[in-house]
């Protein structure tokens, strides 16, 4: 049965990737598909960011990640570099869950 739902699974994908080929161009140069396809990224990071900050499984946690992804913001928000951002973020999460 798991195979036959990965192969069902590829099928599906390539079927969507073959239609995307067959819209026209004039369909994708309007300024809301562009903006549509600008922010879709945006949109799919921050829910897995989301998801793997509050989430157990289950449902909602807060813990030490959230303080995380806080400090981030606040390092981010000072215009700091990404690595700076990241360790700070993972300095703050150590700290609270060392706490």
């Known amino acids: 049965m798991t195979w036959a739902a990965v192969l069902l699974g590829a099928a599906l ?9 067959l819209v026209p161009p004039a ?3 309007r300024p809301a598909v562009r903006r549509g396809a600008a922010l879709l990224p945006l949109a799919v990071l921050a829910g897995l960011l989301v998801v793997q900050v509050l ?3 289950r449902g909602l946690v807060v813990d030490a990640r959230v303080a995380g992804l806080a400090a981030g913001a606040v390092a981010l928000a000072l215009r700091a570099p990404f690595l700076v951002v990241v360790l700070v973020a993972a300095a703050v999460a150590a700290g609270v869950r060392a706490l």
Do not use: M, S, T
């Not at 994908?13 to 080929?21: I, M, N, Q």
């Open 55 to 57: 989430g157990d499984g």
């Open 13 to 21: 994908c390539l079927a969507l990737k073959l239609a995307g080929w």
């Open 27 to 29: 369909v994708l140069e």
